[in-house]
């Protein structure tokens, strides 16, 4: 089959291999260590949880951590329309270091923050100010690097290199579970609930000083460099009503399914399912692993049938699974064990 005079000048507009690669390992890294950063929050939040919010017993400083956890999230879209912008006017690759320095700055502002007994409210307060800036982040970091990535591969292989975005999604929230694991064997829990807790946000923000140096160097991409400014962009996406709100449905979809499978499915193996903590920990992190390894090869079987069929078997394979998790279930019992 004889390539089109377009795939041919789109191939020679790439940057070369070793550049391609040594830029989209650029972008996935910095991607890793802003998830990992982001998860560390979650993975945390019952050793921090009294230090920033004192009264009330444990249930009642867990919800006011995560009121704040919510406000990252509320924060995102902004981030995207933000960010977005910012890499159409200078660049994926300006966007991308811009979004990691942020995620370092958040990191660094709950390491240094002291906690409500030296400066009261003012604690819980520069912890929605870290929130802001990570959720910023992350909002902008999940646009830029999936469309820095897919820029950067070559025709036929986008769906297989942009499927490294939930790669180092995923690798990052291992990693912020495998120093929770670390921790938790080599400090005792007071310890851990002292200062502990500050170990790994010190870690992400010196993993987003190492990503903030390889994103100096990534290639800018082909597709920046040549495209053509648009002044308003968000008028330009009113022109595109029914692809918007295809690509919205779409993205709702998804996320919805994996924050009920990555982050309430452990809360339900526990409180509903009967299973002790670390079996599910176990379970949830064996899940994550299974769920990474699929991401390049669906990626790669969406470059040879399209990303239609794929799409589509997304919704109608997850929807029994889904059904089915919603309906309570309790292990069986075993023997020696008291039944339900």
């Known amino acids: 089959m004889t390539a089109t005079s377009g795939e041919v000048a789109s191939a020679s507009a790439?940057?070369?291999?070793?550049?391609?690669?040594?830029?989209?390992?650029?972008?996935?890294?910095?991607?890793?260590?802003?998830?990992?950063?982001?998860?560390?929050?979650?993975?945390?939040?019952?050793?921090?949880a009294k230090a920033f919010f004192p009264a009330g017993d444990l249930t009642a400083q867990l919800l006011n951590t995560a009121a704040v956890f919510a406000v990252?999230?509320?924060?995102?879209?902004?981030?995207?329309?933000?960010l977005g912008w910012y890499a159409d006017r200078q660049g994926r690759k300006a966007a991308l270091t811009l979004s990691v320095l942020m995620m370092c700055g958040g990191s660094l502002l709950i390491v240094i923050n002291p906690g409500h007994a030296s400066i009261g409210p003012a604690a819980p307060a520069l912890l929605v100010v870290a929130r802001l800036l990570q959720g910023l982040s992350v909002g902008g970091e999940y646009g830029a690097s999936a469309t820095y990535l897919t820029e950067m591969a070559e025709s036929g292989r986008r769906g297989f290199y942009s499927s490294f975005q939930y790669v180092t999604l995923i690798l990052g929230q291992?990693?912020?579970?495998?120093?929770?694991?670390?921790?938790?064997?080599?400090?005792?829990?007071?310890?851990?609930?002292?200062?502990g807790w500050r170990i790994p946000f010190a870690i992400g923000a010196g993993l987003a000083v190492v990503a903030l140096y390889l994103r100096r160097?990534?290639?800018?991409?082909?597709?920046?460099?040549?495209?053509?400014?648009?002044?308003?962009?968000?008028?330009?996406?009113?022109?595109y009503p029914r692809e918007c709100l295809t690509v919205v449905g779409l993205t709702?979809?998804?996320?919805?399914?994996?924050?009920?499978?990555?982050?309430?499915?452990?809360?339900?193996?526990?409180?509903?399912?009967?299973?002790?903590?670390?079996?599910?920990?176990l379970i949830m992190?064996?899940?994550?692993?299974?769920?990474?390894?699929?991401?390049?090869?669906?990626?790669?079987?969406?470059?040879?049938?399209?990303?239609?069929?794929?799409?589509?078997?997304?919704?109608?394979?997850?929807?029994?699974?889904?059904?089915?998790?919603?309906?309570?279930?309790?292990?069986p019992a075993t023997a020696g064990s008291p039944a339900d």
């Not at 995102?76 to 329309?81: A, D, H, K, Q, W």
């Not at 699929?294 to 239609?308: H, N």
């Open 285 to 331: 992190a064996a899940a994550l692993a299974f769920f990474m390894l699929l991401q390049p090869l669906a990626g790669a079987l969406s470059d040879r049938i399209g990303r239609r069929p794929l799409l589509i078997a997304f919704g109608v394979l997850g929807a029994p699974p889904r059904y089915r998790c919603s309906k309570p279930w309790r292990r």
């Open 217 to 239: 160097s990534l290639a800018e991409t082909e597709a920046f460099t040549t495209a053509t400014r648009v002044r308003n962009p968000l008028r330009a996406l009113i022109g």
């Open 174 to 195: 291992l990693a912020a579970l495998g120093v929770l694991l670390v921790l938790q064997f080599l400090l005792a829990p007071e310890a851990l609930q002292a200062w």
């Open 72 to 82: 990252g999230f509320l924060i995102r879209p902004l981030g995207g329309l933000l």
């Open 252 to 281: 709702l979809g998804g996320t919805v399914a994996f924050y009920t499978y990555s982050t309430c499915m452990q809360k339900f193996l526990v409180n509903t399912s009967g299973f002790d903590r670390q079996t599910a920990t």
């Open 14 to 48: 790439l940057p070369q291999a070793p550049t391609r690669l040594r830029s989209i390992f650029g972008g996935s890294v910095g991607n890793l260590v802003e998830w990992y950063d982001w998860y560390a929050y979650s993975a945390f939040s019952l050793y921090f």
